[in-house]
């Protein structure tokens, strides 16, 4: 069979699955059963497909038609134009949280500005924590945009913990991310990076190296980024199959309503940011009107919501106010 004739197979079986994306995924499976380019597939659509290629693709499409998540099957996902190895122990990166990545990127050059600082474009001095990391794909792609930072990636599941520590290793990041299996922050206090607990007095412009440790021997941070599992139980049924049966609960649900994880999540990451520091965390669809009144606190300033390109509130940013030294909290 040629390439042309099975890739139209492969549509069509999917589109009378009701598979999401179709063509995408035809394509997708198509190139991955036969490592070919993509260029290569459109430029000789005239080519047979040998009879061992034309057998893997045909069952990569039965699959995908019975609910496999195509990413799932072809073991990769990009994300901020990486490839991310993902398995069903992460929950597979999504194109909204990129903006997680560029709000971070603005707000960090933004504060230089308004400190007068020349922009830290290498992250030098900076210390990042990524709650929730998955499969690691927020901590990696911070860590290629700031070669210099310091950067944590805490994780509840060992399972997934593993993926994004290969992740890290592929990309060539591995020596700059500190991967800690974490119940939020609580693994933190075992992993303090040692040097100067003091944060007596300290102002939002003179947060340097010595203020990187709160009085309990844990590491402080410039800055907090998190997406944390936001959906509710509630809302389970009317999930799409693919997510609701192939990627992991623990990635997805928050609690009965979906957004019960944040409050905890605010106040430890309060206790864990320098003052001036910020926070940046992704909002489900329909979660901003629980979750913005948390940050209704003098303890936060400079609150801002940025929607997504379907202009859904999707990211929940702010920075700790000067006036609240960390230890004053713990
Ligand atoms: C929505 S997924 C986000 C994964 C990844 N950061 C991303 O954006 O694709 C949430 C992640 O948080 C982890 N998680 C859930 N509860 C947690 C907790 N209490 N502490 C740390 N991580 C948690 C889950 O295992 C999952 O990997």
Known sequence: MDIRTALKLGIAQLRAANTPSDTLAAELLLLHATSRTRTSLYAHPEYALAESESQRYFSLIERRAAGVPTQHLTGKQEFWGLEFRVTP???????????????????????????????????????????????????????????????YALEVSPAALKVAEGNAVRLGVVDRIHFLESDLFSGLSTAGAGGVATLEGAGCLRQTRESRITNQGSVLFDLIVSNPPYVGRSEAAALAREVREHEPAIALFGGEEGYELYAELIAQSLAHLKPGGILILELGHNSRAAVEPLLDSPAWTNVRVTNDLAGIARVLSSEKACEFASNALL
């Open 89 to 151: 122990d992460v929950l597979i990166p999504r194109p909204e949280t990129e903006h997680l990545i560029e709000v971070a990127l603005d707000r960090l050059a933004l504060r230089d500005l308004r400190r007068k600082e020349s922009p830290n474009m290498s992250g030098e001095g900076l210390f990042i924590a990524d709650v929730g990391t998955g499969s690691g794909c927020i901590a990696i792609a911070l860590a290629t945009e700031l070669p210099a930072a310091s950067i």
